[in-house]
Structures are given as C-alpha cells and as structure tokens.
C-alpha cells in the first residue's frame, strides 16, 4: 500500500484518495437482500451471521430490560442503543480478541461482543459505583461520559501499542455530536502523525440530545473530517451489519498492517429518547421514527438469514429465549443492589496511602457510627 | 558541582528514561529543541524519537494520549510548555487523568508526570506567568508538588515518575537558573514532607517554589531589624504536611503564606484554615497572606507591582508582630 502518511503536509498526498465514497457503503437491503462488493468481502460465514444475529437480539433485549429497570426505579437514568445494535455489534465484531474498545457511555452492544456483564456496566446508571468490569480483562476501557474524551485515550494506547510493535488496534466509539468536541480532533491530529493504529468509530444516530446533525456541523459529511489529518474518512450505513463489518474490518486491517488510523462514520438512528430522562416528542416527529423503524438493522439480518434458510423458528425461539435469561440475569443483579460501603470511597482515590484521606475517612466512619447509633435509639 | 534548576530537572528524567525504558518524555518542542527552557535538552538524542518526542501543538492531546499510553502500560512524563497553556487540557487533568483510577475501583493506575514551568517574575506577561496550582490542589486524585531548590528539583521529579499515581510538578520557571553547589543524584526526604529552610523564632513564612527563595531573602532582611523568620518549604501541595506546618506556628505563634497565585482561594486560605484549626491556641496573630492580587497577571512591566516580593513580606510581618 501506497505510504499516503509519509506525504502528508507535503502537498503531494493525493487528497482524493482519502475522501469517503459519494455512497455510504450498503450491503444489505431492508428485504435482506444482500449485493455484494468485491471492495468490502463480508467473509463472514454462516455461523457467524447467526452469531452477530443472536448478539444483536440479546443486546437489544437486555437494552429494554435497562430502560425498564429505570422506569421502576432502579437506575437513575440509562442511555439506550436502542436501533444501533449493527453499528455496534458489527463493528465490534471487527476486532480481534486482543484489540481495545474505548466506548462512549451508549455502546452496550459493543461490551456484549466483548463479554462485559452488562450489570457491571449499569451500576454506574444506578449509582451503586462508577464502574464494576475489568479494563483489561475484556479489553473494554470504562464508559466514559465526557464527550469525546476517550478519542484522546484510544489515541495514547495505540500509540503505545505502535511503540511496542504490539500489533493491536484500538477502536474508539463517539456520535456525531462529539465530531464538534476538540478532543476528537486533537486525537485524529495525534494518531495521524504517529500513525497510531486507531480507528475513530463515530455513529451518526443523527441527534446530539436534541439537536440535528444540520445544526451540529456544516461539513459535506462527517467522514469528510478525516481529510483534514491525513486520515481515509469511511462511510458505512450502520444500520447494515454486513455494511459496518465489512468497512471496520478494512479499516481495523489496514491499522494493524501499519498503514495509519482511519475515520468511519456509521449512518444509523437513535430510536430511543437520549437518555431516559429525555422527552424526545420535543424534537423529533413520529412520522421521522416510523420512517426510522423501516431500517432496523435486527430485521434487515433476519430477513437475510430467513431468505437464506439459515434462520428458522427453533433458532429464532432459542435466541430470544436466551436474550431473556441474560436480561433477567441483568434484573437479578440489579434490583434493589445494594450500594458498597461508604468507606470505599476513599480506597481508590490514590495508590500511596495518604494521612489528610484517612483523616477523613475516620471523620465518615464516625459519622456512620453516630447515625447507627441514632437509628439504635429511634428503634 | 554547580548545578542550575534546569539542569537537576534534565538529570532527573535523564536518570529516570535510563533506568526505566517505560519512561516516555513528550510535549510541545521537547524533542529537537530541548524544550523551550532546555529542560529536556538531549533526550531526544540520547534516547530516540520514541523515548522523547514532539507532539503536535495540543495541550488535551498531549494529556489524553499520556492517559492512553499509561493505560496500555507507559510511564509518560507530559511537559505542558508554560503554566497558562494547561487551561486546555483541563478536563482530561480533572475529568480523567485524576479521577480514572477512582473511577475503575483501582484497576487502572496511571502512572502519568506532568511538569507545568510556572509561575512570574522573567517578564514573559500573561498566560506565561501564572500560578494555576490551586486548580490541581482541589482536584481529587491529583498530587500536587512544587520544587523550591535544584536538590528538590531532582529527587521530586525522580520521586514523581516513580510514583503510581499521576503527580502535577509545578517547576518556578524563575528559578530554572537558581544555582547549588550539588553532586547529583541527590536524595531527598519524600516530598510529602515539609522542610524546614532556615529556623526562626517570631514568624513562620510557609512557602513553596518561586517563593523559597524570596522568603529566605526576607528572613536575611528581617535579621536586620531584629526579627527571626522560620522559613517552612512545604515542597508538596497536596497533600500538604499540616504538622509541619501546625508544629513550626506552635514554636512562633503567628504564620505568613506566601505565593504568587492571587489571594483569594490561593493555598494560603487553605493554610490559614488549618492553621487555626489545629493550632487556634497557640496564635498571637492572623495567619496573613503575601500573594499576588485578585487582577489577571499583568503586563511584564508592571509584575513588579503584583509579585510578593522580600518588601511585602516583610510589611506583613511587621504587621503580624504588632498584634
């Protein structure tokens, strides 16, 4: 492959080369008819397409299952995927086992597809603690809510990987509002000049909380950011799951062969309000959400796999009946948990131990001492 | 061996990239340069352009990518070129770089070095001059040191690198060519502890950084009105060593903060507050504070105007031996 990076600033780069299709890259039609694209191979085979279809199946359950848990109560607030399953799933499926995944706070399909129990995630959206999973264990940095922020950690930890002649990838998930942070284009300056094998995953659910992608940029399209660091800007319909394989897995390649970082935008639709504390009839017509619902990346995979005899009843049954032990498992853990000690919250503020925290948190435990007592004497 | 600020600094990372191939020295003009102090001046060829490198000009990247690089197992050393410059990468210092090992119940350590030349009095103006340590101060799960002397300039950044969690370094950059007669390396006592820069007997000037020397220049002054200053170089901000500070007041019964940062909410509010916290008592005075006024930093003509200087330290220990 031509060393496009080497050329950047030079003025001899050939631009065009890293502008996005005029077409979003489509594979799979509503129908689930599928058009195949000898510049995106799939190479997915039949067991996988099953697989990707169960994992979209439990994540969207277990996504329900979360906003249920939030209108009984249970969670403070939650953020649904609810509609982005391919673009998360997909693209996470992408990966190897080794590669890193720095996600936003929305991308609960993405920790299906690396294994993170979901409870451990939700206990940062009922306040039990801020984060309950390993990092390294799943290769699945934390949630991370400021937006964009986490572009900048994906870009160091490649960067190191890169350093290491370690032949990972990190991809790194943000939406279209968090196109118009700094950080984003901070970390895309960065990961084009040390060519850190880092792919930035931006899913374009067409609103930031309220606000319509018209009103959030003024560029062609996102993808045509990229253009402006060095880096090939990808376009992908993400409600297409093949779509969004295809282009990340190119993408995710092309890193790891040490040919630099990549921008995808992956065209996909929130269905769900922003958070649950969000009233989305604000903003948004239902005619726009029907219209929404005819491109549902879930019934898009199972057409295609019904019309290739892949998919019958007994699978379907046996995938949904799995996705409702996995949110009641979800519900187990999450009901009525308890929080942790309050103590805790002065173990992990730092490594060295420190003499002003543990003054504190004698100050606490003596607090703690004094309303049990209190609540001794009311009894 | 006379050794300059600057020069202890470069030792340090020097020694530290020597010892540790997982250290990693970056920011802005750190590489073929040397930095615009010459702080990291011949890393780069010593060690690599992997070792120590320049970043594009972004001070959030620079503090971002650190987060990422000492996620995947680095030990970066972040310069941030001048103290005005951090204001940017603010929230990946407060949101992430402090809070992320908090955040994930202890499962990540970052192990991250940020050293930040601060701090007036070379005629550089706004944005080139200020003292922004108060901002690190509050700011859980950071540490927080500031080297008043090239000895401290060594073991604090050696100390600093070595550390698991992330250490802020706030360097006086006026004092990057304040010279001792030193053979490096050096050891010190661990910066969380107060040091004792001169005894005194009347009034304890509790200091750090630009201002260790001002105040030992006072105390110099004082002798010749027939005052006896102690000077404490608290050396650490955070934490901050409340009994060393509590102990030396106990001795002297009145206590002046100085630093340049502005007044109000500067570290010589929180001294003063533990001060009379722990040693209300024994006060003969206020704890009063020598700083910089509540303006933004002035133009370089006028900082002698706004700095602490020997004459407004001296002003208030008057005025604290008058009560």
């Known amino acids: ?379 | 061996m006379t050794v300059t600020l600057a020069q202890a600094i470069n030792r340090a990372l020097t020694d530290a990239m020597a010892e540790d191939d997982r250290v990693l020295v970056f920011g802005e003009d750190v590489g073929r340069l040397g930095g615009v102090f010459r702080v990291t001046d011949g890393l780069q060829s010593r060690f690599g352009e992997q070792r120590c490198f320049d970043t594009p000009l972004a001070e959030s990247g620079i503090i971002g990518t650190a987060i990422g690089l000492a996620i995947y197992g680095y030990r970066p050393v972040a310069e941030m070129q001048f103290d005005g410059f951090t204001y940017p990468a603010f929230e990946q210092l407060v949101s992430h770089l402090a809070k992320l090992r908090n955040r994930s119940r202890g499962t990540l350590t970052l192990p991250v070095t940020v050293r930040i030349p601060y701090g007036g009095g070379i005629g550089a103006g706004e944005h080139h001059s200020e003292s922004p340590e108060s901002y690190w101060v509050h700011t859980a799960g950071l540490t927080v040191v500031s080297p008043g002397t090239p000895d401290d300039g060594y073991a604090m950044v050696r100390e600093a690198i070595a550390s698991d969690d992330p250490v802020i370094v706030m360097e006086p950059k006026r004092r990057y060519w304040m010279k001792a007669d030193i053979e490096l390396p050096v050891t010190a006592p661990p910066a969380h502890e107060a040091l004792v820069r001169r005894e005194g007997t009347d009034v304890t000037i509790v200091c750090y950084g630009p201002m260790v020397r001002t105040a030992l220049d006072a105390a110099e002054a004082a002798e010749e009105e027939g005052w006896s200053l102690e000077v404490l170089d608290l050396r650490s901000l955070s934490p901050m060593d409340t009994e060393a500070i509590v102990a030396s007041v106990q001795r002297t019964g009145r206590a002046i903060v100085v630093h340049e940062a502005g007044r109000s909410l500067g570290l010589g509010a929180e001294v003063a507050a533990r001060v009379q916290e722990a040693a209300f008592y024994h006060l003969e005075a206020p704890v009063l504070r020598a700083t910089g006024f509540d303006t933004p930093y002035p133009p370089a003509k006028l900082e002698g105007y706004w700095l602490p200087d020997v004459d407004r330290i001296l002003d208030l220990v008057e005025r604290s031996l008058a009560y």
């Open chain 1, 1 to 379: 492959m031509v060393d496009d990076l080497q050329r950047a600033g030079s003025g001899q780069l050939d631009p065009t080369s890293l502008l996005p299709p005029a077409e979003p890259v489509h594979l799979l039609d509503p129908d689930g008819t599928l058009h195949e694209d000898p510049d995106h191979p799939v190479g997915l085979d039949d067991a996988a397409l099953l697989e990707l279809h169960r994992t979209m199946i439990i994540t969207r359950r277990v996504d329900r299952e979360a906003i249920n848990l939030q209108r009984q109560g249970q969670l403070g607030v939650y953020a649904s995927c609810l509609g982005q399953e391919a673009a998360q799933v997909a693209s996470a499926w992408a990966l190897q086992d080794e590669d890193w995944i720095f996600p936003s706070y929305r991308e609960l399909g993405a920790a299906i597809v690396r294994d993170v129990d979901p409870a451990d995630l939700l206990h940062l959206f009922r306040g039990t603690w801020l984060s309950d999973h390993d990092p390294y264990e799943h290769r699945f940095a934390l949630l991370s809510i400021p937006i964009g922020t986490q572009a900048l950690h994906a870009t160091g930890f490649a960067m190191g990987a890169r350093f290491d002649d370690n032949p990972i990838v990190t991809v790194v998930y943000f939406g279209d509002g968090g196109t118009s942070e700094g950080d984003p284009h901070e970390a895309m300056t960065f990961a084009g000049v040390m060519r850190a094998p880092v792919v930035f995953f931006v899913q374009n659910n067409q609103y930031a909380i309220s606000v319509p992608l018209a009103k959030q940029t003024a560029a062609p399209t996102l993808a045509h950011k990229a253009i402006g660091y060095g880096l090939p800007g990808y376009r992908c319909d993400g409600n297409d799951p093949l779509a969004t394989y295809a282009v990340t897995r190119r993408a995710v390649e092309r890193a790891r062969a040490g040919h630099g970082p990549a921008l995808i935008e992956a065209l996909t639709y929130r269905m769900e309000a922003h958070t649950t504390s969000d009233d989305p009839s604000r903003y948004r017509s239902d005619e726009e959400l029907e219209a929404a619902a005819l491109t549902d990346p879930i019934v898009r995979l199972r057409n295609h796999l019904r019309n290739r005899d892949l998919l019958d009843d007994a699978t379907e049954r046996r995938f949904e009946e799995e996705a409702a032990e996995r949110a009641q498992a979800v519900r187990d853990a999450i009901y009525d948990a308890p929080h942790g000690d309050p103590l805790e919250l002065f173990d992990h503020v730092y490594v060295a131990p420190r003499a002003d925290l543990a003054a504190q948190r004698d100050e606490l435990r003596a607090e703690l001492a004094r309303r049990e007592d209190d609540d001794g004497g009311a009894a």
